[in-house]
């Protein structure tokens, strides 16, 4: 088949890692594959396989460079937007989703029609909800975020999920989703648990290559950006009740770096946090670690998980809303700890005494690229009443 997987850019982030290694597995299971990215920069990820076709598609430009496209951009700033906060996507993304659709057409003019086109997470796809086409799946990366009014979001619902084949990421996402659809009395064409891929021997050769700014003392490690959806103020709080004679380091950067940095001086334990910014590969530094720690307030999946399985490293997680339960199920369940840094220190103490933890190759079968490639590909089914 010719898939295409649409993403709203190409910067280092989970999101778009999971983008071009879904695009990767439709190469690697003989599919011609593309993806599109919907900026042309930052550019920081590149598909891995040498026959996935890359596209760009400057959504903002394409929208400035039509004839009504400047008018409708600035009323929608200047005056919808501020009349309806957040609702930008509302009056821009009838142009947008057209634009794209034409877009779409010259690829298809170009290297035929696409049996599956896959939109990657809410903030690619809302803003080109005016484009509707059967054979289009949309993938919840997160679980539903009640952040407005329910009138409001009941109209974004509307436009961006109603009688659209859906895929979820895990079965938490799952349960959002059908719990928002029904308070906003949505039906969506289809709805499904379709899960990450996790490109095993690929994350294994890029975490054999080296890095000179691995410490070499023993460490822990979290990855992610520095936002307060991942909960690293917990972690440091957790790590300074635990006092392990491992390093903290966090992979990673965004607003609150110097803010957590203050938190770690104030904590006493500066001296044992490493802040190493954003790296391009970051599966060397999971191999290197002793221990991976999740501590976020919510995660549709948490890739990082099964990235740091596959690179045989143990991993511990707050059981925090969302998917992470999809990673931590069977023997697995024991590594979750309540959300608060009492529990966590505790189970990074627990885990550290019992190193080395044998990694089991069956914690990651629900990942395999090749039943994802599948159920992407398959009809999908009828939504259950």
Same mark, same amino acid.
């Given at each position: 088949?010719?898939?295409?997987? @649409? ?15 879904? #695009?990767?597995?439709? #190469?690697? /299971? ?37 004839? $009504? ?8 700033? +200047? ?28 690829? /298809? ?5 696409? %049996?599956? &086109? &896959?939109?990657?997470? +809410? ?56 719990? #928002? ?23 294994? =050769?890029?975490?054999?290559?080296? !890095?000179? !700014? ?14 307060? *959806? ?11 009740? =635990?006092?392990?004679? *491992? ?5 990673? !950067? ?7 940095? *203050? ?10 946090? $490493? ?43 707050? %059981? ?6 999809? @990673?931590?199920?069977?023997?697995? /369940? ?6 608060? #840094? ?21 914690? +990651? ?21």
């Amino acid at each position: 088949m010719r898939t295409l997987v @649409v993403i709203h850019s190409l910067k280092m982030g989970g999101m778009e890692r999971v983008a071009v290694n879904l #695009a990767d597995a439709f #190469a690697e /299971e003989g599919h011609e594959s593309h993806i599109l990215s919907c900026r042309n920069h930052p550019n920081d990820l590149q598909p891995n396989h040498p026959d996935v076709h890359l596209h760009h598609h400057d959504q903002l430009k394409a929208l400035l460079k039509s004839v $009504i496209g400047i008018p409708v951009f600035l009323l929608s700033r +200047l005056f919808l937007g501020i009349i309806v906060p957040k609702s930008h996507f509302i009056w821009v993304g009838w142009l947008s989703g057209w634009l794209l659709k034409h877009k779409v057409r010259v690829l /298809e003019k170009q290297h035929g029609r696409f %049996d599956r &086109i &896959i939109f990657r997470g +809410l903030g690619t796809f809302k803003y080109f909800w005016s484009f509707h086409d059967d054979r289009n799946i949309y993938v919840l990366e997160n679980v539903i975020h009640h952040d407005r009014p329910l009138w409001q979001k009941k109209l974004e619902w509307r436009l961006v999920f109603k009688n659209r084949h859906l895929a979820c990421v895990s079965s938490g996402v799952y349960a959002s989703a059908t719990d #928002a659809f029904k308070q906003g009395s949505i039906a969506p064409k289809s709805l499904r648990v379709i899960t990450n891929p996790c490109p095993i021997k690929e994350i294994q =050769a890029l975490a054999e290559l080296s !890095d000179p !700014d691995i410490p070499e003392e023993p460490y822990i490690l979290n990855v992610g950006r520095l936002v307060p *959806q991942k909960g690293h103020d917990l972690l440091l709080r957790a790590y300074a009740l =635990a006092q392990p004679r *491992q390093k903290l380091v966090i992979v990673g !950067d965004g607003a609150l770096r110097e803010s957590l940095e *203050q938190t770690a001086r104030e904590l006493g334990i500066s001296a044992n946090v $490493i802040f190493a910014g954003k790296r391009r590969n970051p599966y060397n530094w999971m191999r290197h670690a002793d221990l991976f720690v999740l501590s976020s307030e919510f995660e549709g999946l948490g890739i990082v998980l099964t990235e740091a399985l596959a690179c045989g490293t143990p991993v511990i997680s707050v %059981d925090c809303p969302g998917g992470i339960r999809d @990673v931590f199920k069977g023997e697995l /369940e024991c590594y979750l700890s309540q959300m608060t #840094a009492g529990s966590l220190a505790d189970l990074m103490n627990r885990v550290l005494s019992e190193l080395p933890v044998t990694i089991k190759a069956e914690w +990651l079968s629900d990942f395999d690229q090749k039943r994802i490639v599948d159920l992407f590909l398959a009809t999908p089914p009828p939504l259950r009443a």
